[in-house]
């Protein structure tokens, strides 16, 4: 058993860790940090612990960075859920010290520390960019083996990267027409008030956001459409927000190439995911729904082509937290470990 | 006062025209049926109207077209809120007896019977598709005047339709490049329970549904998008279902043309709209939300434009069974007698 | 037509206030207050106004109470969607230079000065409460006759009081048995974002509060019961807090008293509400659904007996944004001036 | 590990058992049927298993009582998730040929077999009626050791019963004064679509239903109740059906006999479940939200004390599907073959 901490447990990504690690038959949480939260029982934080024993009594604490070493004794690994800039810092900590460390942050995802200054400010640790291993277990298995630094991948970027990459990787797209249109539940926008979520104002209604090529994922999800096409891609990406909790629907649009059919692209994504036990590519007119994957840790995966228009559409659909988030975080860790790439993860949806 | 009445009256286009017919100042509810429901009174029927003196007790007729005759002294029009193909026959009906008709349904939109004919089947009453107006005023206005077969509008084709018309109008984007992400509400599946409706398996999950060019009020959208443009368009679109009853909004992307910014956009928009009350361009940075015209006849739209793909990305909010279906049918009877176009018409919309 | 102000136009009550007064024939919308947001267009803060001719651009003042002499010109009444005891004070302002005030805060419901002050602290202006009138116009009808200041009653009280009255009245339940369980959607916990309405957290859950006789408005509801009984009535009330925006239910239960049937606790009913043309009473086996009230100024009502226990359930449904806050103030209004009393208020509901 | 059979899998308390089976390490499941879906795959009936091995491709088939014997080799245990009647034919079936049975429908919950009659019609294996054991664990925990046909509570019964138990042990509460007000999720409702469940009607609106005594679970509860008094008790039932999928709220009003405090309701029930790790009694004020319990088999339960009127509130929080139904039928299996009662069971709940 593995000694777990969570820094930034206080939030909807901290919860669905406690639930998941408290489920890996390897893993055993012992230390929760929540800064404004510190001091507070675990229990009182999240009330989906009430009642769990050992659980609901975890006090929370406050980490430090600075007193990382202190942590050596205590925990083997630590995953951050921290705002981006801090969770830098405290993965920096954390790794020097030996800590192993999976950041679901933003923060250790892009390899290029130009592109992280522009969209995020100056990265206090530009250094480790190049030995942090982006966490997407589907595209970078072999270089997660052994990882002591792993970079959990963004929400959208992942229900948009598993439904392309197959398309790009087999040329039956063009690259330069790439348009994403992604559907979001609320829950991605954290568990602070806000009036964007305040359920009067967003149960019965849907509306986009940052659009025009301006939300923060894109670099991410451009850096690793270009690795897997071997030359830069740029795609256009607007999120809408929809009045569910959890979910993300990523409908991507793109100019099929000679080569493209239905069945080519359904083939090109059972070759790529052929090894792949989280991935599941919905067979000829089926099409994916989020809530089949609520709470689980699979993605969904279909294809269509207009044959009028010969665009391919390309979906995605996963749970925002769980795949989209804590349990992608966990299948990486899985894999750095050389366990089961499921171990530990519901793979059963909660349905309805 | 002219005397209505509505055919179909039962559905959710019915309780929709009811509503906004009882506050129309000019117009009388006079006569409802409705095949199934027949011999019920309406308050047993459609629960909205439970306590309303004259409407709770107006009895359920069946409509037969071959009685149409004995209509004429009991009503001045019709609206028809029936099934493709039963629509076609009603109208025709009510039409020959004189009696001025606004069909809701998809039968009379279509000026094309070959097209008509091989998206629902063979159309009963071909002669007068090129009679029946298309109603949507705001691109309709003059052959609405004084029209008596006016065919309203779909709803996803009016939500697609009036950001995208100023684009194509303008020469601002590629007629050639357009794909069309539209987002509804499940009322637009009507009142029958079904699988897809049923509240455990629709309230907590978006799913994508009649893809690859499938969706049958595509002809209808080209056929709107060529007018304006003065050639053929053709558009990729795909629908998808989200968790909430009332609301539409699209997402169209479109390759920008050089003179194509966000401000020639609005602008664009803001002149073909001038004198179109039902219809706000929003300004700058601020984009719509299908709660914010829920119940109004308005329409809402905005664009952005994605410097780094110069690609356009409209959008559209409405109310699918208010601007979508109901409202939008007496905005074009309002047109159509010469009345103010809001008249009796809700410009404000339920929020929350 | 009348000059009509309304103090605190930027929350919820606010909104709907706004959305009726526009469509009453005998009001003007000329002014509009809201403190936090003066200085912005009214558009900018009700989106449900987004362009809608002289409403959107109303400009939001703030309103000094020492300054109200300076509204006499410019109102002849207003509305008051403020906080208690804030209200108080602006009420009194506009009262004694000779504006209508309809005030839709708790500050001038109780008539009596102590129980207000245990309940919410001191009262500014205990003068006035047996001046003002409770607006409840099923029961206080008379008296709202020329009144020149208005307490528009509470939600939680509307819902369970019209059902619970007849019953008093007519001696057919036990008065020392009421047991009262309000469900209410969470839009009348106002527009500001706290955890408590966080989407996440309160679209897939209910939950109960203010919980062993602690809600603020028992004291209204009891003194409102009390005066039909003519002695004094208390009751057990637990609210809760459902996932959706509006509506409440109650269900209020009772010992029957032995003349107690279904029939008679409905013939008790429809005596009550003879003449008031937004209560109806359901026959027989129907009950009430708060989306059949959604947006309208309708109350519904029916009964229930338990033969095996002899206890009567009494329910009572609205919608607490417009019965239960904006509509029955503009309600109490058209009897204080002698309007009939429907005068555009919303008679069918947005449904579905 | 015991082979297990689900008998209606494809419906929400079968999916729910196949979710709870799967991750169970003393079963596996090997054999489903359902009825109108045999000759099916799993995975096409139960979305939530798409891409899961073994279990999506697991083949539903008919069970036929007459051949039960067949099932001897192949399975040691079934859950029967059927409607009324038809399950109490398959289960004698399955228990006459000696596969332990746990029975999730009403068949076998009540012990009098004239009660039965008239509540569902003549029973039609009443011998075995003594044999069931009731299987809520928290109250018949003797006696599920070594049952072989085990009679899985009701999901209504269970929220209500919980709170209720200790306070009636205790002699908190007056037994004759009980009202039951018990809030639930529509999937309740089963899984075939009709219009109470419909979205556009269901997800925006409350409503009560079975009212007046007419709820058929009324007398299990009170047959509960009796047996926990020791003697006869009746109660007032009322259900509301609120516009989310899962979960149950259940507010219990009875008039306080002298011995009653809140502290003394909470003490009545930490002592009566001191040893169950799936009941929690909140502390202090805290009052339970079903979205804590979302997915887990978890029941909350909280007391508070009106001092005015002297009514004890009790309430019970749980997820109908999984301590209502499926869940709860496992932790009754774990008891009968002594396992840990909490073994296999998700005790986090899905949080947001």
């Given at each position: 058993?593995?000694?777990?901490?969570?820094?930034?447990?206080?939030?909807?990504?901290?919860?669905?860790?406690?639930?998941?690690?408290?489920?890996?038959?390897?893993?055993?949480?012992?230390?929760?940090?929540?800064?404004?939260?510190?001091?507070?029982?675990?229990?009182?934080?999240?009330?989906?612990?009430?009642?769990?024993?050992?659980?609901?009594?975890?006090?929370?604490?406050?980490?430090?960075?600075?007193?990382?070493?202190?942590?050596?004794?205590?925990?083997?690994?630590?995953?951050?859920?921290?705002?981006?800039?801090?969770?830098?810092?405290?993965?920096?900590?954390?790794?020097?010290?030996?800590?192993?460390?999976?950041?679901?942050?933003?923060?250790?995802?892009?390899?290029?520390?130009?592109?992280?200054?522009?969209?995020?400010?100056?990265?206090?640790?530009?250094?480790?960019?190049?030995?942090?291993?982006?966490?997407?277990?589907?595209?970078?298995?072999?270089?997660?083996?052994?990882?002591?630094?792993?970079?959990?991948?963004?929400?959208?970027?992942?229900?948009?990267?598993?439904?392309?990459?197959?398309?790009?990787?087999?040329?039956?797209?063009?690259?330069?027409?790439?348009?994403?249109?992604?559907?979001?539940?609320?829950?991605?926008?954290?568990?602070?008030?806000?009036?964007?979520?305040?359920?009067?104002?967003?149960?019965?209604?849907?509306?986009?956001?940052?659009?025009?090529?301006?939300?923060?994922?894109?670099?991410?999800?451009?850096?690793?459409?270009?690795?897997?096409?071997?030359?830069?891609?740029?795609?256009?990406?607007?999120?809408?927000?929809?009045?569910?909790?959890?979910?993300?629907?990523?409908?991507?649009?793109?100019?099929?190439?000679?080569?493209?059919?239905?069945?080519?692209?359904?083939?090109?994504?059972?070759?790529?995911?052929?090894?792949?036990?989280?991935?599941?590519?919905?067979?000829?007119?089926?099409?994916?729904?989020?809530?089949w994957v609520?709470?689980s840790?699979r993605?969904l995966?279909?294809?269509?082509?207009?044959?009028?228009?010969?665009?391919?559409?390309?979906?995605?659909?996963i749970d925002?937290?769980?795949?989209?988030?804590?349990?992608?975080?966990?299948?990486?860790?899985?894999?750095?470990?050389?366990?089961?790439?499921?171990?530990?993860?519901?793979?059963?949806a909660?349905?309805?």
């Amino acid at each position: 058993m593995l000694k777990v901490g969570i820094i930034g447990a206080g939030g909807y990504t901290g919860a669905e860790l406690v639930r998941l690690v408290y489920s890996h038959p390897e893993l055993e949480l012992v230390m929760v940090a929540a800064r404004e939260k510190a001091g507070k029982r675990l229990g009182e934080v999240l009330p989906s612990v009430v009642g769990v024993p050992k659980l609901a009594e975890l006090m929370l604490e406050t980490f430090e960075p600075e007193r990382a070493a202190e942590l050596v004794s205590r925990i083997d690994l630590a995953f951050l859920a921290l705002p981006h800039g801090a969770s830098a810092r405290a993965g920096k900590a954390l790794f020097d010290v030996g800590i192993q460390v999976v950041d679901l942050s933003a923060d250790y995802r892009l390899k290029d520390a130009a592109v992280y200054g522009r969209t995020y400010g100056e990265h206090p640790a530009p250094e480790l960019l190049k030995t942090a291993v982006y966490g997407q277990p589907e595209l970078h298995r072999a270089e997660l083996r052994d990882a002591k630094l792993i970079a959990a991948p963004g929400c959208h970027v992942t229900t948009a990267l598993l439904p392309l990459a197959p398309l790009l990787r087999e040329k039956l797209i063009d690259p330069n027409s790439i348009v994403i249109d992604s559907k979001t539940g609320v829950s991605g926008g954290g568990r602070t008030p806000a009036p964007a979520y305040h359920l009067p104002e967003a149960a019965e209604g849907v509306r986009p956001y940052a659009v025009g090529g301006r939300h923060r994922h894109i670099p991410e999800l451009e850096q690793e459409l270009s690795l897997v096409l071997g030359s830069e891609v740029r795609v256009t990406f607007t999120p809408s927000l929809l009045p569910m909790t959890r979910g993300i629907l990523c409908s991507a649009y793109a100019r099929a190439l000679p080569a493209a059919t239905e069945e080519a692209c359904r083939a090109a994504a059972k070759s790529t995911y052929a090894n792949c036990p989280l991935v599941t590519v919905l067979e000829g007119p089926a099409l994916p729904d989020t809530l089949w994957v609520r709470g689980s840790a699979r993605a969904l995966i279909a294809y269509a082509l207009d044959p009028r228009t010969r665009m391919v559409i390309a979906f995605g659909a996963i749970d925002n937290l769980t795949r989209g988030a804590s349990a992608q975080a966990l299948q990486a860790l899985n894999v750095s470990r050389g366990w089961p790439e499921t171990l530990g993860l519901p793979e059963i949806a909660l349905f309805p």
